[in-house]
């Protein structure tokens, strides 16, 4: 495990955080909430029928995390009569949320809107979409944020040469790599500050250093392309005039000082030295983090979504029990206001 990774779930075992994992009939779910409460890290309830879990994990010692089943809950009408509140403008009966606040990822995401948890973790069996979908429905975006967006921290490892150059000892926070796939000015104004958010509340930055990237640095290209960045640029400043934020930046103007004092006049306080890169769209994010990971040797954390209510993560159905235990640990630092 990294040491950005051991940071992590060391500061998210100090919050004493609720957690709800959505997926009891997944083995590798129930051997991460074993783990997590034997540590400490946060307190959880995973959701399904009890005996079909020890039937799953017969050496795993229960007890220690609570279980609810969504079908049998005292909260069920509860909760449902939430969902029909929250739907019946978009035509949702009660019958029909009676039925949809039963499945597990609603009834997780429903703990948290009725603010019986802090966060939520699923992924492991179910798509992207199946997890997002009730979050974006029932809990929706943070104030002040029109839109969701994920960022991946990328840590390079300390063989790296790199690693002593650029970021937080080798430590960026990359966004958006996985959700917006051509962002508005306004979006990428969105992204910017919701990475930002997660490099302080996640990584720890002290000083979030975020640069607007383009092929262009400060006119060097004039483009639509360009002016998307230039004027997300604008309304960051607008909004939240005390964000270290520069751009529109090339990579290397970002990232590297001697060619940020030759590109970038007027003493940037970004250029040279950032630590947050806001892509332009997803095909640039998406290529950049799997060239930084893949010939960089970066360890890739996340997708991790952001700019919501309250914190929902996603998984890799790949996932181990070791990627669900660092997934809540990042879920549970993004409960910090």
């Known amino acids: 495990m990294s040491k950005i990774m051991d940071s992590i779930r060391a500061r998210a075992a100090k919050l004493d955080r609720h957690i709800v994992l959505p997926e009891g009939n997944d083995e590798r779910t129930i051997r991460a909430a074993a783990q997590i409460v034997n540590s400490k890290m946060a307190r959880i309830t995973v959701l399904g029928d ?110 790296n040469p790199a690693s002593k150059l650029y970021g937080e000892d080798g430590v960026l926070v990359f966004g958006d790599c996985g959700v917006i796939p051509n962002p508005t000015d306004d979006q990428l104004v969105d992204i910017a500050y919701s990475t930002a958010k997660t490099a302080r509340d996640v990584c720890g930055f002290n000083e979030q250093r975020v640069a607007l990237l383009s092929f262009s640095t400060k006119g060097s290209a004039k483009d639509p392309l360009v002016d998307k960045v230039t004027s997300a640029l604008e309304k960051i400043k607008a909004k939240y005039p005390d964000m270290l934020v520069d751009g529109e930046l090339q990579g290397d103007a970002a990232l590297v000082p001697r060619v940020a004092e030759k590109k970038v006049k007027g003493g940037s306080k970004v250029a040279g030295k950032a630590n947050v890169l806001i892509f332009p769209d997803l095909n640039a994010g998406n290529i950049g983090y799997k060239l930084t990971q893949y010939m960089g040797g970066a360890e890739a954390i996340g997708p991790l979504i952001q700019g919501l209510a309250k914190p929902v993560n996603d998984l890799s159905r790949g996932c181990t029990v070791e990627d669900i235990i660092s997934v809540v640990a990042v879920v549970i630092l993004n409960t910090q206001n």
């Open 50 to 159: 009890e005996s079909e879990m020890k039937k799953l994990c017969p050496d795993v010692k229960f007890g220690g995390f609570n279980i609810i089943n969504p079908a049998k809950s005292d909260k069920l009408d509860t909760y449902a009569e939430l969902l029909y509140e929250l739907r019946k403008a978009k035509g949702m009966t009660r019958e029909e949320a009676q039925k949809i606040a039963a499945d597990p990822l609603y009834f997780g995401t429903l703990m948290l809107k009725a603010d019986d948890a802090d966060g939520m973790v699923a992924g492991a069996i179910n798509s992207t979409g199946a997890v997002l979908r009730p979050a974006l429905q029932i809990i929706k975006t943070a104030k002040g944020i029109g839109s969701a967006s994920s960022c991946f921290i990328m840590a390079l490892p300390p063989e």
